[in-house]
């Protein structure tokens, strides 16, 4: 059975696989490989199994079961799912009231057939790289268990890289879906900010967070980004757009997009195989012009202390009155964010502005960027501290460093695993000017059809599986 | 740009005025996570805005469900 969301969708619409069987095969992979890689926090079976019967039911009716019919797919742990406490990777979470309905993207999937199977591992809050959770376990890497999955949507990134689902979702504040992409050697989507409705997620920073999907193919990508599109007046920040199917326009090539490498800031700070891989992309897509982003590592510092605020005041309740039930690995970062001083985040929302003005003049050049998505591959759990060219960095928190200067100017991008490399999986980040996640979709598709991006199959996990 | 505040002085007294309570093992972790933040701020606050640059809020004076 394919483990890629279009191809099993194409099965189950013609009648190949029912979907009860997808489904059904879908849980004795979790059940079997879930264990090497710590990716699921919950297994949602008898609901998948109603579903993937109620999909079953509609072909069998001749009503149409939906573009992405029985494809099974599970959620980071902060997405609402109808009947179960959010925990957001969190323990004060789980004496929550169990969640009246499933979040809106969970619902937008599930009306275009998925099969929802269950809910992901994660940093505490989504306030890290490395989904070391002190409370569920780190999740495991599953190109080496010994290894971080990267995060914070780690547990979306690994059960996608380990095959127990076609495809996953997460969130992406400061590279949350991007860096475990990468690091898992999958293919990752951050839309824009304000594309898709985070109705019904547990927000992190919520001036830059945003949701979006894990698959193993950009078609995969974009099949379910489409399916997650549109307006939804539950998020205020969810923009009042049309749906802009993706999906139709993949295979339409370079032709009149202007590519260019990320230069400067985003090839300094990391290891020389990072940007040889990235090198290897753009040389196969013919890419010589490099951009400078402007006051990039500002933009960096900027989401931090926005992060770190938004983040506090979220929590503020429960750092006053119950600190020591938080993540030893997120406490004392939140308790800091508490105590910024004002100035320290209108400076940095200001110079957001000054920042995405810049940003457009430079988009007015060149359509889509190319730059590296992490500093260096996955590191194995337990390490704090990182030498990059002779600085110690910390190991978790550095993994950031060309994710944040991007999102936090609401850019889309598409974090996509760079071929021909190993063992350890990296990636690359597509990204295009706001609204435009068609060109960075389009793109990682020429790049995938040439072969400079692919998503590799795990090949120590076979003990497991 | 110098550090806005010296963390060791600043963190137990802003921690108190907010009524958050700090463990003497939590202080310590705070006063080098706050020392980290400080950092990271002095590069953003060394970073000089016109005045007419403002903030790019997403407010709408409604409940934010308005068509």
């Known amino acids: 059975m394919s483990i890629r969301a279009c191809a099993l969708a194409g099965a189950v619409r013609a009648g190949e696989h029912s979907a009860v069987e997808v489904v059904q095969k879908t849980l004795a992979a979790i059940a079997a490989g879930n264990g090497a890689i710590n990716a699921f926090t919950a297994v949602t079976e008898k609901r998948a199994l109603a579903e993937a019967a109620a999909v079953d039911a509609a072909r069998a009716s001749g009503r149409d079961p939906g573009p992405l019919a029985g494809v099974p797919f599970a959620v980071k742990n902060l997405y609402d799912i109808a009947g179960l406490a959010t925990i957001a990777g969190s323990r004060i979470d789980r004496d929550r009231a169990p969640a009246a309905r499933d979040a809106a993207l969970v619902r937008r999937l599930v009306g275009a057939g998925a099969v929802l199977v269950g809910a992901l591992n994660m940093d505490e809050y989504a306030f890290g790289f490395s989904t070391e959770n002190s409370h569920y376990g780190a999740t495991r890497n599953p190109h080496d268990p010994t290894r971080i999955a990267g995060g914070s949507s780690g547990g979306s990134a690994a059960a996608v890289a380990a095959s127990l689902v076609p495809l996953a979702l997460g969130s992406d504040t400061n590279g949350s879906i991007r860096v475990p992409a990468a690091l898992c050697g999958v293919f990752g989507l951050r839309p824009t900010y304000g594309r898709l409705s985070r109705a019904g997620l547990r927000l992190f920073a919520a001036s830059i967070d945003v949701g979006g999907p894990f698959g193993r193919s950009v078609e995969d990508l974009a099949i379910a980004y489409d399916a997650l599109q549109g307006p939804d007046r539950d998020d205020p920040a969810c923009a009042a757009r049309d749906p802009e199917p993706t999906l139709p326009e993949l295979r339409r090539g370079l032709d009149g997009i202007r590519l260019a490498v990320a230069g400067g800031y985003f090839e300094s700070q990391g290891t020389p195989e990072v940007f040889a891989a990235v090198e290897r992309v753009s040389s196969a897509l013919g890419v010589s012009q490099r951009v400078a982003l402007p006051a990039a590592g500002v933009a960096r510092a900027a989401a931090m202390i926005v992060t770190s605020v938004e983040g506090a005041e979220l929590h503020l309740p429960d750092l006053i009155a119950r600190a020591a039930e938080f993540d030893p690995k997120t406490r004392a970062r939140f308790l800091a964010g508490a105590l910024a001083p004002g100035v320290w985040y209108a400076h940095a929302q200001r110079f957001r502005r000054w920042y995405c003005k810049e940003l457009t003049a430079l988009f007015r050049t060149v359509d889509v960027i190319l730059a590296p998505a992490t500093p260096y591959p996955a590191f194995p759990i337990g390490q704090a501290v990182m030498e990059v060219g002779g600085q110690k960095l910390p190991a978790a928190g550095h993994l950031g460093v060309y994710t944040q200067p991007l999102s936090f100017a609401g850019l889309p991008v598409v974090a996509a695993p760079i071929a021909g490399i190993g063992p350890l999986p990296l990636g690359v980040q597509i990204v295009a000017a706001p609204w435009r996640e068609d060109l960075a979709l389009r793109v990682a598709a020429a790049a995938e059809a040439i072969g400079a991006v692919a998503s590799p199959s795990p090949t120590k996990l076979h003990d497991a599986r | ?67």
């Open chain 2, 1 to 67: 740009m110098a550090e806005p505040v010296d963390p060791a002085q600043y963190v137990p007294r802003a921690a108190a005025l907010l009524g958050l309570p700090l463990t003497p093992e939590d202080r310590d972790n705070v006063i080098g996570a706050f020392a980290v933040l400080a950092r990271v701020a002095g590069v953003v606050m060394a970073f000089p805005l016109p005045e007419e640059i403002v903030a790019a809020a997403a407010f709408t004076p409604d409940d934010g469900s308005a068509p």
